[in-house]
């Protein structure tokens, strides 16, 4: 307030002007006013006296420092109606920085409670003093807080503690804390929008904030979510989850295979394909056949059969698991091939053979047979060379069970119980007859002969089913089957490049028989053959193998060197009987 008028357009710094004025008592109904109290001065100014002052009344000054002296208060007569009394207000000095005002002593003043039906009656002016005038005009539109209290609601005394009060927080005006009136009663309290907490409107109890239960709660939940999900992690990881596992599958598709493939070539040959057990002599082997023909003729190695010759027994076991007794038709040791015979067995499939002349190194081939009793046993790989001349046999010691063949050799693999099994082109027609392994740390040929670590080692030999083909047809027409010879005894220490032709047989009879078909071609003793129809030979054996590679009656030309000369020769290969 300035010069008692309300300043509408500033926060007032100290307590509102309405709460320093006292409530004026009730104008009369002709006179429209009611008279007001001089307003306080300003901080700096010395207020200006009335004409005629009251008695002062001595109220105790303020501290050092704390401002200038408050008006003094209005003193009620005896027997009125007392109206408010104002506290003096304490004004804080001005200051530079943000420093809170030291708060005036709280001065306590005793005051009658007027009686509800009462109406409020005008303080008494002293005895001879002038009645108070009003210094301004009413305003008729003042309302509370900034203009004084209406006459509706007269402004209830102010009554500070004893005690200092603390400094209000963030550097806010301080304001002077309503008193309460005596007799316990609950008084009216003025609003003040600047007021400190506290005084004014009675607290109201703030609302706790949720925020901090909401992270609190969430931090519990998380918590308590980690620790199960993590329970059932590891219960999954360690058994393998908590439901069936199915695991995904391709769909059944088509299981035809192409008939040129291995699948398709197995698909094809397995049924003709069986496993022997030969028992007989002390002796008991498995090896591999092959089906010849409807009437149950089975084509297989002699070292097969070899156990059950004179009264052994043999049993045959198809691919579909029928098993059968066999005899044995017929046997050559030096073509180790033999040929046994089922009877009452039905629907028997025959194994289409090829030509051993057409095949050509690096054609793919597959074999089957038994490697140590494994029945069905399907492998494949090529042709890796083609008369190749091996030997195998001659556990006997005299040389009658030595075999001599011009063989294929493959890295399909090939080990114990395979013998006798068929050796299968690209279109499953037999094109071999597997009978012999080179096994690692042997000197010999055949199933682990000499070998000191039977097993395959991708040096696989089978007879040519064209020579195969020659002896089971002699085989089962006659039992015994016939050896193509030229009539001359070789010498086997013979040490040079070639076969030598000995100079005595081997009961000291003459090496070149007579009337044989060397002696008809002119051979003579001591003649080294180099060539057979054009093929090098460095020995007697591979000249015995390129001799049994032919049949009885075929012409043959040799190429051979006598005293440094080298000559050519033509003969026709005679016949012998095999064992």
Request: net charge negative; no cysteine; charged share 15%.
């Amino acid at each position: 307030m300035d010069n008692g008028k309300p300043n509408w357009w500033s926060r007032p710094s100290s307590t509102p002007e309405a709460a320093r004025i006292p409530t004026p008592p009730p104008a009369d109904e002709g006179d429209g006013d009611f008279p007001l109290p001089a307003p306080r001065s300003a901080p700096g100014r010395t207020p200006e006296p009335p004409a005629t002052a009251p008695a002062p009344v001595d109220e105790p000054g303020p501290p050092t420092g704390a401002g200038p002296v408050p008006e003094a208060a209005a003193v009620e007569p005896p027997g009125a109606s007392p109206a408010p009394v104002m506290e003096p207000a304490v004004e804080p000095a001005p200051a530079a920085g943000p420093a809170v005002p030291e708060p005036a002593p709280a001065v306590e003043l005793t005051k009658s409670v007027p009686a509800p039906e009462a109406a409020p009656v005008a303080a008494a002016a002293p005895v001879g003093a002038p009645a108070p005038q009003p210094l301004h005009a009413p305003d008729e539109y003042r309302t509370p807080p900034y203009g004084e209290p209406g006459p509706w609601a007269p402004a209830p005394p102010v009554q500070r503690p004893p005690g200092s009060v603390p400094p209000p927080a963030h550097h806010q005006p301080s304001h002077p804390p309503q008193a309460q009136p005596q007799g316990g009663a609950a008084p009216w309290v003025q609003y003040d929008p600047w007021g400190a907490a506290g005084t004014g409107v009675p607290p109201v109890t703030a609302k706790k904030s949720r925020k901090g239960l909401a992270i609190a709660g969430a931090l519990v939940f998380a918590l308590i979510t980690g620790v199960i999900g993590g329970g059932i992690g590891a219960y999954v990881e360690r058994n393998g989850g908590l439901t069936t596992v199915e695991l995904p599958q391709a769909e059944a598709g088509d299981t035809g295979r192409a008939p040129d493939s291995v699948a398709g070539i197995a698909a094809s040959a397995l049924p003709g394909v069986v496993t022997l057990h030969v028992t007989g002599s002390g002796s008991s082997g498995t090896g591999t056949g092959f089906v010849l023909d409807t009437k149950g003729h089975i084509l297989t190695n002699n070292h097969v059969v070899d156990g059950a010759a004179s009264s052994g027994d043999i049993s045959v076991t198809f691919s579909s698991g029928e098993t059968a007794r066999a005899k044995l038709i017929g046997k050559d040791t030096g073509y180790d091939l033999a040929v046994v015979q089922v009877t009452g067995v039905s629907g028997l499939k025959a194994l289409p053979l090829g030509n051993s002349d057409d095949v050509r190194v690096g054609d793919p081939v597959v074999a089957i047979g038994a490697p140590f009793d494994l029945s069905n046993t399907v492998t494949s790989g090529i042709i890796s060379a083609k008369e190749r001349p091996i030997t195998a046999g001659g556990e006997k010691g005299d040389g009658s069970d030595i075999s001599y063949v011009d063989a294929l050799q493959t890295d399909a693999p090939i080990n114990p119980g395979n013998s006798g099994g068929p050796l299968l082109d690209s279109k499953a027609r037999v094109i071999g007859i597997n009978s012999a392994i080179r096994a690692a740390g042997g000197s010999g040929e055949g199933e682990g002969a000499g070998a000191s670590q039977p097993g395959s080692i991708g040096l696989g030999f089978a007879i040519p089913i064209n020579q195969g083909k020659r002896v089971a047809e002699e085989l089962i027409n006659t039992g015994k089957a016939t050896h193509p010879v030229i009539g001359v005894s070789l010498d086997m220490q013979f040490n040079g490049d070639g076969a030598r032709v000995g100079e005595k047989g081997k009961d000291g009879s003459a090496s070149v028989t007579a009337g044989g078909p060397a002696a008809k071609a002119g051979l003579r003793p001591g003649d080294v053959i180099t060539k057979v129809d054009g093929q090098r030979v460095h020995n007697g054996e591979e000249l015995i193998v390129k001799i049994r590679a032919h049949r009885p009656g075929d012409r043959l030309e040799l190429t051979l060197t006598r005293n440094g000369k080298e000559l050519t020769k033509t003969l026709t290969l005679g016949s012998s009987q095999g064992t």
